[in-house]
T-cell receptor, first 107, second 113 residues
Framework: KNEVEQSPQNLTAQEGEFITINCSYS?????LHWLQQHPGGGIVSLFM???GKKKHGRLIATINIQEKHSSLHITASHPRDSAVYIC?????????FGAGTRLTVKP | DSGVTQTPKHLITATGQRVTLRCSPR?????VYWYQQSLDQGLQFLIQ???????AKGNILERFSAQQFPDLHSELNLSSLELGDSALYFC????????????FGPGTRLTVL
């Protein structure tokens, strides 16, 4: 079993829909990152969380340390949000990645 | 544009060869991280350098090595290349600590034939 599990693997939505991507992990962590990888391959760090909730524009990330679970929400989704979203957890001086969620937002 | 540069963008080489990938961090960032992204294994953390010193080590093979120079640029050396080393190699930088926001470079696509 992978230490970091993301769901769903693939997600197709209509423009304007509310999107939720989930990440569960099985190890103790010091922080959790959400990354966005564009179709061209470039990676952008969206959030780094160690507790609670963060918001940036239409993106919201939450983490529940006790339940070892994080969610990434996208409100009012747009075709430009189409990308692979990757959850990564930091274990002391190491980092483990989920397999990613491929999001397609249709106009 | 993240401010992190990587060269070359693409590299095609043969099995058994050695290559060097280069990364220049954002101005002011002291930490550099190297990652490998392959189709079968996804993203993997390789190694982190902070201000010239190795700070953290992930899943880096013994055939791979890295260093960070006094001007803070970093190089990842891959030797005795195998077909399975074909991947995207990303460099990222952050201000200091491993918990800081990381800024990713565009990646180097390595193809081993």
């Amino acid at each position: 079993k992978n230490e970091v599990e993301q769901s769903p693997q693939n997600l197709t939505a209509q423009e304007g829909e509310f999107i939720t991507i989930n990440c569960s992990y099985s190890v103790g962590i010091s922080a959790l990152h959400w990354l966005q990888q564009h179709p061209g391959g470039g990676i952008v760090s969206l959030f780094m969380l160690s507790s609670g909730k963060k918001k940036h524009g239409r993106l919201i990330a939450t983490i529940n340390i006790q339940e070892k679970h994080s969610s990434l929400h996208i409100t009012a989704s747009h075709p430009r949000d189409s990308a692979v979203y990757i959850c990564a957890v930091r274990l002391n001086n190491d980092m483990r990645f989920g397999a990613g969620t491929r999001l397609t937002v249709k106009p | 544009d993240s401010g992190v540069t990587q060269t070359p963008k693409h590299l095609i080489t043969a099995t058994g060869q050695r290559v060097t990938l280069r990364c220049s961090p954002r101005s002011g960032d002291l930490s550099v991280y190297w990652y490998q992204q392959s189709l079968d294994q996804g993203l993997q953390f390789l190694i982190q350098y902070y201000n010239g010193e190795e700070r953290a080590k992930g899943n880096i093979l013994e055939r791979f090595s890295a260093q960070q120079f006094p001007d803070l640029h970093s190089e990842l050396n891959l030797s005795s290349l195998e077909l399975g080393d074909s991947a995207l190699y990303f460099c990222a930088s952050s201000v200091a600590h491993i918990t800081d926001t990381q800024y990713f470079g565009p990646g180097t696509r390595l193809t081993v034939l």
